[in-house]
């Protein structure tokens, strides 16, 4: 782990666009990250409604969305 990123927010999505913009302008140079699909999560319709469980990461990696 290079760096754990916390947002917080009056609402859940005041939050989540927080967190949007913070990844959006993270600059990690040399290594992989996973930057860009932690950013599709936050698109992601039932993660935004809070429709998810501990399942949730896996459908989503395994629906290559």
């Keep these: 782990m290079i760096a754990k990123v916390i947002t917080?927010?009056?609402t859940r999505q005041d939050a989540i666009?927080?967190?949007k913009r913070a990844l959006s302008e993270?600059?990690?140079?040399?290594?992989y990250t996973n930057i860009e699909f932690q950013l599709g999560l936050l698109t992601d319709?039932?993660?935004i409604e809070g429709k998810f469980d501990t399942g949730f990461?896996?459908?989503k990696l395994s629906s290559g969305n």
Excluded: A, L, P
């Design 8 to 10: 917080h927010g009056t």
């Design 57 to 59: 990461i896996e459908r």
């Design 45 to 47: 319709e039932n993660f």
């Design 17 to 19: 666009e927080k967190m």
């Design 26 to 31: 993270f600059v990690i140079n040399g290594v």
